[in-house]
């Protein structure tokens, strides 16, 4: 039998929330949220931070939740997806995504939604390199990125209009 | 025609859960005392079995281990037939073939246990590539290593070389490509004496999965129940092998009495998984002096994997598109599906046609050049019209004009002045960047070839509530490509209501019925068709008892049935696939009407060489496809630009790397795909000419895009540098050998 | 997830003492854990044969851009994004800006870390070439004290390198003597964001009259470490940019360089694309 090392105590803000979980020191973020908090709105399409499915904020920059060890969690300030909308309430962005087409799939989705969050708080209008950037490490199969950067820009254009 | 929803773009019906995160994939579920599975596999390409060893300090006595032994029915993937086994029990036929399972609840342990499990085999000498497998240098399948051959012949070849003022020759390969679906596959199952066997799952067919299970139990149809969770993506790599992981995870699930997972990670998905079949077509074209097609010799083949899976569909597929949307009198077409030691190649967008369609229209460019004419010319010269006759034999009866798309598409590409811009500027020799413009003009028969549909005989239900609201029920799987939404559409518009009141019933085969796989570009012409027929019949019935008026509105209708049930208990409709008496079709021959329509295109694609590094950058992309009436606008684009994207990915990226029938750049670091700085815009054109039997005159459009896109691209890069492109991907690892030679 | 999850350790040092202390009183056993872009790569491909792991990622002595008169200093913690948006960086040494965007996509180079990119030693990493032509100097301490090593012969073969058991990578000190010269930088990727090096190239002189009147040239990804091209410094210096010059630098470059065929390219691929890349940097100088 293998020998096992001892789990640690982590606690965090999540969504807003204080929040504390149990887990190896090394454990993905990524299985922490999706098998221990239940919060299953993030994705694994690699475990190798190629594809940007786990996207999360952590202290409000953008990271792979799957190279992120549940140690470094301690004391950090994280937004998945679920923290997104404000209760039954969409988020611009998800909003545009559903109406230009931004989602086929979806499993890229959490991350890509994340991903822009970022990129609009670093650039409220970005234009079409910054978008293009800001996505990159975002994979998406589905689309052929198209209709993301169409929703990205609507999003932005209904923040300018307030619509 | 007037429409309600037909033609607008509604929103996705499943949207809203997924861009909140709540849409529940299968690594999503979880089952009280829920195990976790892995697979052991071969470390060999081929060899006899000698043993398995569990070696390592692991407590072996808490594990499910299940072999072939452990399987109850037939052990076998049963699919077109039954050569591929579930468990490998004597032999491996390749690399990463499955042999061993196991099942823990503490997935860490389990992988400590995988690594710990050594399979000892005895190896025999494998085959690797077309050539050995055609050349027989050893017999691995069958007779002959062959799955399938088919023969195509229209007119006489043979007469028209000596009347021929050019004979070009010139054979073509693609490489396999990864499907590379974002979400992994995974399964989930469950096995007790009261319900049989469960799995829910990411697939696209559920009653592929369903049959497998069947033969692999040896259970009645009633004790096998297979749901497809929300899938994240599929492009026909989970067409087929869902099959293996649901008959895996049930075995499992059986020896330990729990439900047990199964969720392949990304290194395992790629490894083990089907592929693009790679493919070798050769030419031998005759021409007249004037540019007109005298006859066109084909030779196709397809590298099918270690064992027969979907390989004659797929050459199929790509035998009955290999001639392209020309009108030729003299055409001979003979194609095979071989076998090697690597996986099985199996289901991929395109289907067997994007491959022989980038052999054509990469020769066809060097066509027009042996005869002198411009590559557009000489299409125009050849383009099927109206009446004439494709190579299988069949008429087309569908208005048409592939001048006018390929006019379409040079307009919006600037394609003319382009073509001359850049011949003026790429003259510089010393310039460091080399501008190209090249197309592909192409078509794509949606639904199952010949009388596929007819065997297949769909069927779909319906019902509708007391309280108003309509539920679709079909086979039909969502998987990204807008199944989901286009089919809501369909049935409100067929029913004049609003999207909201139709609810699409989650694929589960013990609710819905065998609507046929979710492939070929058959779910909206084909299925889609029997959503709008069921819908009308659904109505016919509520009219007929007298419960709905002339000009109702949602209301009515909602009255109507709550009416109705009260009076009759249910209102239902069910309908079945029946195929048109005018479309004829002759397996034997290989010849005759191959599909009920045809989705008709020209690509233009624009690129960039930078003659340093050989890099390879696509500018612009303009995609002009006739494609029927066009159901929701913004999902059909999406359906177009995503395929464009894979397209592309399969003309200059994605490469994988064999090593003995191994994929050895299993990770999404080495095989790469286009990420959102690599595409240019892709401009999406829709051409419409309602398709009489389609629902509200709509055909299939979801593999059309991966036809044409690289011999566009390829083309331009011709056009760019010079060099004679005749190989998919063109990495710039070979462009640059290329550029040498041609500068040499 | 392929790793024995429960056989790893991991602990946080309070400062970069404690940490020192810890890497002292159990040699080899501890291995530093900066922003793990590297290391969970190989965690979760269950290729990580260390087990216990020092977390350094809130060691604020390892952190932070210091710019003073004559050097500008980088913490081993500075991550790309933070060499991204340094004003100083730049304008300066903005080839080092270039590799940190041309870095992996936004989510690494939040995470990923200067000291992480040259403790793992890849011979395909973006910024050990720009490094190399900075003359770059770092700070390596350990519980016995703390060094100055010049970085370009800091990698001895591959992924071997002059750092100890017990040792950090403590900063980066980048000379600011580059004002006017001109720079070059070329990462050849599999494709054009998120991408690994198939070819890595940077390079920058200081002209005078016409003339090179000093250059420093290095290559990622065509040999077993970052290569310092010094032979065909030499064929350059004093000399104009000019088609004779230049073919003696290429064949210096190529004497200089062993690529190797793997999954990414090949070895021919890269011994042209090192030369055109060569030709591209002289055109600049020329221009
Ligand atoms: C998706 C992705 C894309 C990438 N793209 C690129 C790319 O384009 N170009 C490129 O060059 N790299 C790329 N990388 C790798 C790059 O992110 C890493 O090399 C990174 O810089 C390492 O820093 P880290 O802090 O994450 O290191 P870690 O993973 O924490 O550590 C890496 C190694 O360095 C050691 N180490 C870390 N800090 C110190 C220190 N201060 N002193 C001594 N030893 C130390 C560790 O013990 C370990 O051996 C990519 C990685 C990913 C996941
Ligand atoms: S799962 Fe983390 S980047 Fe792909
Ligand atoms: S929507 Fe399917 S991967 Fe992006």
Redesign the interface.
Known sequence: ?????RKIRVSCVLNGSASSFEA?????LL?VL?EDLK???????????????C?IEMDG????S????A??A?GAKIR???G??IGES?HAV??A??????????????GM?L?AL??LARHPEPDDAQ???????????????????ESVVAAVRRAETGA | METRVIGK?V??K????????????V??LSFPGMLHGVTVRSPAARGRIRAVHFEG???WHEFTVVTAKDIPGKNCIALLIEDQPCLAAEFVSHPEEAVVLLAHHDKY?LE?ARRSVRIEIEPLPGLFSIEDSLAQKEIIWGQDNIFKSFYVEKGDVDSAWARAEFVVEGTYETGAQE??????QGMIAQVNGAEGVTVWGSLQCPHYVHKALMILFGLPRERIRVVQA??????GGKEEYPSMIAAHAALLARKSGRPVKIIY??AEDMVATTKRHPSRTRHVTAVSRDGKLLAMDIDFTVDGGAYETLSPVVLSRGTIHAAGPYACANVRIRSRAVATNAPPHGAFRGFGAPQSVFALERHLDRVAEAVGIAPEELRRRNFIREGQTLAVGQVVKEKVDMNALLGRAFELSGYHAKRKQFAAENSDARGAIKKGIGFASFLHGAGFTGSGEEYLASEVAMEAMADGSVHILAGSTE????TNTIFAQIAAEALRLDCEQIRIVQPDTAHVPNSGPTVASRTAMIVGKLVETAATKLLKTLRDSGFLREGYSAEDFSRACGEYITAHRELKSFVKYEHPRDLHWDDQKYSGDAYGAYAWAVYVAEVSVDMRTAEVRVNDFVAVQEVGRVINP??A??QI??????GIGFALYENVVWQEGRMVNA???NYV?P???D?P??RVCFEEIPYGRGPAGAKGIGELPLDGTAPAIANAIAHATGVDVRAIPVTAETLLEMLEAVHA | ?R??????????PQDLAAALERLAAESGVWKP?AG??DL??L???GKLPHKK?L?I?NLEELRGIEVRTEHVTLGALTTY?EVQRNETLAREFPLLCRAAAAT?????Q??GTLGGNIANASPAADSPPVLVVYDAEIEIVSAGGARWVHYASFHTEYKKMNLHAGELIRRIRLTRKHAGWKQYFRKVGTR???AISKICFAAAARMEAGRIADVRIAVGSVAPIVLHAVRVEESLRGQRPGDAVLQAAQDALSAEITPVDDMRSTARYRRQVARNLLGEFLEVLAG
Not at chain 2, 230 to 235: D, K, V
Request: charged share 20%; with cysteine.
């Open positions: 039998m293998p020998e096992r090392a190896h020191p090394m454990a993905r299985d999706r919060l299953t709105g993030t994705k694994e399409g690699c475990g190798e931070g190629e594809c940007g499915a996207s920059v953008l990271v792979n799957c190279l992120v060890p140690l470094q301690q998945t997806i679920e997104v909308a969409l998800q909003q995504f559903i109406a230009h087409g931004g989602a086929q799939c979806g499993i890229c989705t959490p939604i991903a970022n990129l978008i293009r950037e800001g996505l990159s490490g975002n994979l998406c199969r589905c689309t052929g990125y198209m209709k993301i950067f | 773009s929103p996705r499943e949207g809203r859960e997924k861009v909140t995160g709540r849409a529940r994939y690594d999503d300090d692991i407590p342990l400590e499907q590379l679906y974002i979400e992994p929300e899938t994240g993506g599929g492009f990670d990304r998987m990204g490509q807008g913004v999902l684009a999406g630009e995503g395929g464009v994207a894979q990770q999404m670091t795909m990420t959102s700085v595409l815009a892709i | 997830m790793a024995y999850l429960p056989a790893y350790e991991m602990e946080t854990f793990g872009t969970m790569v965690l979760e491909a792991f977390n990622w994004a992996g996509s936004v989510a690494t939040n995470r054009r964001a998120q």
